[in-house]
């Protein structure tokens, strides 16, 4: 019969026919540890209740004024902060041609003081035809206003256009058509040795009256 091993023995003998266990690499963390070094010596300055920061790094002291990023209005530094001027700006004028941008507020520094039409600019108040048949102003308000003239029929059925006038004209006063001939009105008129016509009082887009005689050979018999 064999001996018995003593327990701690045993336990000995199981210890060292145990494979080592696995131990990383020490190069495989100096660089975290050399980080981590760096990073714990890092000392970050407090301005708290000394001073302030702005967006770009400045410090500022209590009390100045200091204006942070693209901002046009001031900040003062406080213990609490930053103490920033936000205004109610006023509106722009609609027909501001000219804007700074110098302080906390747009300021408009040139407004629309004339008129565009069709092109062309015009002085306010200034009146102008930019047609025949259109008279025009300039208001205040930088808006131009036209009336358009109203054209009378004309008392002819042959009415032409002249240069720089709005409406037609009769050059050859009153008339109306008699059958394909023109005819003046306010007399009558033989359009042929057998037919007498007259043009209608005011109603010069009505055919002429005309009368029709008996004729013989061309003559008229009365």
Request: proline share 9%; net charge negative.
């Amino acid at each position: 019969m064999g001996s018995v091993l003593p327990p701690a023995f045993v336990l000995l003998l199981a210890l060292g026919t145990a494979s080592p266990a696995t131990v990383g690499n020490p190069e495989d963390y100096a660089a975290d540890d050399a980080e981590r070094s760096a990073a714990e010596n890092i000392v970050f300055d407090d301005y708290r209740g000394k001073g302030c920061v702005d967006d770009s790094g400045f410090v500022y002291k209590l009390g100045e004024r200091f204006y942070p990023g693209h901002s046009n209005c001031p900040c003062v530094c406080t213990e609490d902060g930053p103490v920033c001027d936000q205004p109610e700006c006023p509106k722009l004028h609609p027909k501001c041609t000219k804007v700074e941008h110098n302080g906390c507020c747009p300021e408009c520094k040139e407004v629309k003081n004339f008129c565009e039409y069709r092109g062309k600019t015009y002085k306010i108040l200034e009146e102008f035809k930019p047609s025949p048949c259109e008279w025009c102003r300039c208001e205040p308000n930088n808006e131009v206003h036209c009336v358009v003239s109203d054209c009378a029929v004309p008392e002819c059925v042959n009415p032409v256009y002249e240069p720089e006038q709005c409406c037609p004209i009769c050059k050859n006063g009153p008339n109306c058509f008699a059958g394909t001939t023109i005819i003046p009105a306010g007399i009558e008129v033989k359009v042929d040795d057998c037919t007498i016509c007259r043009c209608h009082n005011g109603d010069w887009w009505k055919p002429a009256q005309c009368l029709r005689r008996e004729c013989l050979n061309g003559q008229s018999l009365s």
